[in-house]
């Protein structure tokens, strides 16, 4: 039989680690592109990211600027005046790389990892694509289909419906009140709609390329200059406006009948990463229900088996910083979810937290930055946000120092201004039948009926 492990003989873990400083070379082009070069060596690769702004301008023109950015970051791969997609392909293969583009409300981004000889061939195949991808019609046109048939299977799920429907409460007419486009909309989009708007939109000034890698840097700011240099353009890409700070107003049930599942969706103003508040308010997060050793799990998960996996978080974009709470739970049980995440809010907003909690919140804090920088890929992902929010690459640094002073007294004091249920605009995408009536004993509701109902089995 065999005994069990003495735990005593566990050493106990060490402080953390605090963030290296990095060396960073920046400079802008003439263009008005900014470049970040973080030498890395050691391992002989460079990982690329191209950042440019590309919000919708406008509320008005948010649907149909998202319905575009969705079609354009494919088919912006789809040829130049020089190659096809094959050819732009094989270009970068030749030196390691695969070019893949992504968006999000505020950025459209071109990301590659390369071999760190093929710097100059890689920043030409960028460049052409930057300067001359032509939109071909027949392959946009597949591309749209595409796009139209994922954002239709998207916009049917109960998880993007309750973060379509937190957006709308929150953001009323500002653009990110546009989670996604109709299929309708995307199936309208033509080949000339992406030229024009990649010619108004893909500008390099505003923009930012960072390069982290094993590379020299003054030859990096060479090569990016010299390949880059025909990328031009009038006018700066454009960010995100402020957000309102609108009122959280009565709890919204978006109907869903027949569902067996209710995605409870909370959501409120947090501090930017300029805010000296935030450093508190990501320790209070984590304590709440940003990790699986957090308050939120232990009672909705652990103890009372009402969700699988609970949790909280602070998102940022550029015009509105969030704290959010999300969980999927079981229709009989999503009055007393709701009542268990309130209660875990309340507690926190009202009573200090422990100092073995802070401790332990904090730790997880910086291991997780430490670890999500030690690659080459995540340092570059996120010098790239940081630096596309106005902050300079070392603020991981000042953070981690931030996060280490502070204190109980802080976590409450965030928590009550930034974790009060008061202060959070809450949505339940269920079957309102059901969980409507259990969820007025805690305060107004209100219902719509913007879901489709759930498919009998075998329908």
Same mark, same amino acid.
């Given at each position: 039989?065999?005994?069990?492990?003495?735990? #005593?003989?566990?050493?106990?873990?060490?402080?953390? $680690?605090?963030?290296?400083?990095?060396?960073?070379?920046?400079? &802008?082009?003439?263009?008005?592109?900014?470049?970040?070069?973080?030498?890395?060596? #050691?391992?002989?690769?460079?990982?690329?990211?191209?950042?440019?702004?590309?919000?919708?301008?406008?509320?008005?023109?948010?649907?149909?600027?998202?319905?575009?950015?969705?079609?354009?970051?494919?088919?912006?791969?789809?040829?130049?005046?020089?190659?096809?997609?094959?050819?732009?392909?094989?270009?970068?293969?030749?030196?390691?790389? /695969?070019?893949? @583009? !992504?968006?999000?409300?505020? $950025?459209?981004? =071109?990301?590659?990892?390369?071999?760190?000889?093929?710097?100059?061939?890689?920043?030409?195949?960028?460049?052409? @694509?930057?300067?001359?991808?032509?939109?071909?019609?027949?392959? @946009?046109?597949?591309?749209?289909?595409?796009?139209?048939?994922?954002?239709?299977?998207?916009?049917?799920?109960?998880?993007?419906?309750?973060?379509?429907?937190?957006?709308?409460?929150?953001? #009323?007419?500002?653009?990110?009140?546009?989670?996604?486009?109709?299929?309708?909309?995307? /199936?309208?989009?033509?080949?000339?709609?992406?030229?024009?708007?990649?010619?108004?939109?893909?500008?390099?000034?505003?923009?930012?390329?960072?390069?982290?890698?094993?590379?020299?840097?003054?030859?990096?700011?060479?090569?990016? #200059?010299?390949?880059?240099?025909?990328?031009?353009?009038?006018?700066?890409?454009? &960010?995100?406006?402020?957000?309102?700070?609108?009122?959280?107003?009565?709890?919204?049930?978006?109907?869903?009948?027949?569902?067996?599942? !209710?995605?409870? $969706?909370?959501?409120?103003?947090?501090?930017?990463?300029?805010?000296?508040?935030?450093?508190? @308010?990501?320790?209070?997060?984590?304590?709440?229900?940003?990790?699986?050793? %957090?308050?939120?799990?232990?009672?909705?998960?652990?103890? +009372?088996?009402? %969700?699988?996996?609970?949790?909280?978080?602070?998102?940022?974009?550029?015009?509105? %910083?969030? =704290?959010?709470?999300?969980?999927?739970?079981?229709?009989?049980?999503?009055?007393?979810?709701? *009542?268990?995440?309130?209660?875990?809010?309340?507690?926190?907003?009202?009573?200090?937290?422990?100092?073995?909690?802070?401790?332990?919140?904090? $730790?997880?804090?910086?291991? &997780?930055?430490?670890?999500?920088?030690? &690659?080459?890929?995540?340092?570059?992902?996120?010098? %790239?946000?940081?630096?596309?929010?106005?902050?300079?690459?070392?603020?991981?640094?000042?953070?981690?120092?931030?996060?280490?002073?502070?204190?109980?007294?802080?976590?409450?004091?965030?928590?009550? +201004?930034? *974790?009060?249920?008061?202060?959070?605009?809450?949505?339940?995408?269920?079957?309102?039948?059901?969980?409507?009536?259990?969820?007025?004993?805690?305060?107004?509701?209100?219902?719509?009926?913007?879901?489709?109902?759930?498919?009998?089995?075998?329908?």
């Amino acid at each position: 039989m065999t005994s069990a492990p003495d735990l #005593g003989l566990v050493p106990p873990l060490g402080e953390p $680690r605090p963030q290296p400083e990095l060396a960073v070379t920046e400079t &802008t082009l003439p263009s008005g592109l900014r470049l970040v070069v973080v030498p890395r060596p #050691g391992v002989p690769l460079v990982e690329l990211r191209l950042r440019v702004p590309f919000a919708a301008a406008t509320a008005r023109t948010a649907a149909v600027h998202g319905a575009r950015t969705a079609v354009l970051s494919g088919a912006v791969l789809l040829g130049t005046t020089d190659h096809d997609a094959t050819g732009i392909a094989q270009l970068m293969q030749a030196h390691g790389g /695969e070019l893949s @583009v !992504s968006t999000d409300p505020d $950025r459209l981004l =071109f990301s590659t990892t390369l071999l760190a000889e093929g710097l100059a061939p890689v920043l030409d195949v960028l460049a052409e @694509v930057l300067t001359s991808a032509t939109y071909p019609g027949e392959l @946009v046109e597949a591309e749209r289909a595409r796009v139209a048939e994922r954002i239709s299977i998207a916009r049917s799920q109960p998880g993007v419906i309750a973060r379509t429907a937190l957006a709308a409460r929150r953001y #009323g007419t500002h653009p990110y009140a546009e989670q996604l486009p109709t299929p309708e909309l995307v /199936e309208a989009v033509r080949g000339p709609a992406l030229r024009k708007l990649h010619r108004e939109r893909v500008l390099p000034a505003g923009s930012t390329l960072v390069l982290v890698g094993d590379l020299d840097p003054a030859a990096a700011v060479d090569a990016a #200059g010299e390949a880059l240099a025909g990328w031009n353009g009038e006018g700066t890409a454009v &960010t995100a406006p402020p957000a309102p700070q609108l009122a959280p107003g009565h709890l919204e049930v978006v109907d869903r009948p027949g569902a067996v599942q !209710s995605n409870i $969706r909370l959501g409120g103003p947090a501090p930017s990463r300029t805010d000296p508040d935030l450093p508190a @308010v990501r320790l209070a997060n984590m304590v709440y229900g940003g990790y699986f050793s %957090s308050r939120l799990v232990e009672n909705i998960r652990e103890r +009372r088996g009402y %969700s699988y996996s609970p949790r909280s978080a602070v998102d940022h974009l550029a015009g509105a %910083s969030s =704290f959010l709470v999300e969980a999927d739970v079981a229709t009989e049980v999503t009055g007393p979810a709701m *009542l268990e995440i309130g209660y875990e809010l309340g507690r926190m907003a009202l009573t200090p937290v422990g100092a073995d909690e802070l401790d332990d919140a904090r $730790r997880y804090v910086l291991g &997780t930055m430490a670890l999500s920088t030690a &690659t080459h890929a995540g340092l570059a992902s996120t010098v %790239s946000a940081l630096v596309g929010a106005g902050l300079p690459p070392n603020w991981l640094t000042e953070h981690g120092r931030a996060l280490a002073e502070v204190t109980v007294d802080d976590v409450q004091a965030a928590a009550h +201004r930034y *974790l009060q249920p008061a202060g959070l605009t809450a949505v339940v995408v269920g079957d309102a039948e059901r969980v409507a009536t259990p969820l007025r004993t805690l305060g107004p509701v209100d219902v719509s009926a913007s879901a489709a109902a759930v498919p009998e089995p075998g329908a």
